[in-house]
T-cell receptor, first 114, second 112 residues
Framework: DAGVIQSPRHEVTEMGQEVTLRCKPI?????LFWYRQTMMRGLELLIY????????DSGMPEDRFSAKMPNASFSTLKIQPSEPRDSAVYFC????????????FGPGTRLTVL | DAKTTQPTSMDCAEGRAANLPCNHS???????VYWYRQIHSQGPQYIIH???NNETNEMASLIITEDRKSSTLILPHATLRDTAVYYC?????????????FGGGTRLMVKP
């Protein structure tokens, strides 16, 4: 298995532009998580889905952020409009926790908003 | 989730055992202790987890005190590739619906 796939790996955009981050979870996994990591705030959970349904989005910073999971093999995190403070590494993780809560993380997308 | 307390950083000599402590004095009876690590520029990686018994796998050993208020992750023979940030997390139950709350972790530096 290729693991969790994220695209793009790097994104540089200008303030005010729309940014879409993409994630393909591991096949067969039923939970998907979006995290954001910055030096100041560390690794924060933004939202997670179970069986394609958003369960907890309390970590989404504001209405500019939205996430969707249209099917079991694809999810997007969208920022519109983007701001410089959104610059961070965004990780997607998936899990199939029948016995243990082991999350498999993707390589991350490094977002820079100028 | 219960909070955890870890030292900010630790050093270990290559080939020696690395013992990483974690305090979780407010842990509840149904909460597990999880350990993840994050090597520079990569996503976090699961290491091991336990409820109350000591656990061992190919990566590490986890020692949980009898009162469950603290635990120690042991890397028996640390290598340079074990240099990473190690996160101790308590999570209520081992199912996909439970979130992991990452704290600051311990930055382990393995030195030659």
């Amino acid at each position: 298995d290729a693991g969790v796939i994220q695209s793009p790996r790097h994104e540089v955009t200008e303030m005010g532009q729309e940014v879409t981050l993409r994630c393909k979870p591991i096949s067969g996994h039923n939970s998907l998580f979006w995290y954001r990591q910055t030096m100041m705030r560390g690794l924060e959970l933004l939202i997670y889905f179970n069986n394609n349904v958003p369960i907890d989005d309390s970590g989404m910073p504001e209405d500019r952020f939205s996430a969707k999971m249209p099917n079991a093999s694809f999810s997007t995190l969208k920022i519109q409009p983007s701001e410089p403070r959104d610059s961070a590494v965004y990780f997607c993780a998936s899990s199939l926790a029948l016995v243990k809560n082991e999350q498999f993380f993707g390589p991350g997308t490094r977002l820079t908003v100028l | 989730d219960a909070k955890t307390t870890q030292p900010t950083s630790m050093d270990c000599a290559e080939g020696r055992a690395a013992n990483l402590p974690c305090n979780h004095s407010t842990i509840s009876g149904n909460e597990y202790v999880y350990w993840y690590r994050q090597i520079h520029s990569q996503g976090p990686q699961y290491i091991i987890h336990g409820l109350k018994n000591n656990e061992t796998n190919e990566m590490a050993s986890l020692i949980i005190t009898e009162d469950r208020k603290s635990s120690t992750l042991i890397l028996p023979h640390a290598t340079l590739r074990d240099t990473a940030v190690y996160y101790c997390i308590v999570s209520p139950g081992a199912n996909a619906g439970n979130m992991l709350t990452f704290g600051g972790g311990t930055r382990l530096m393995v030195k030659p």
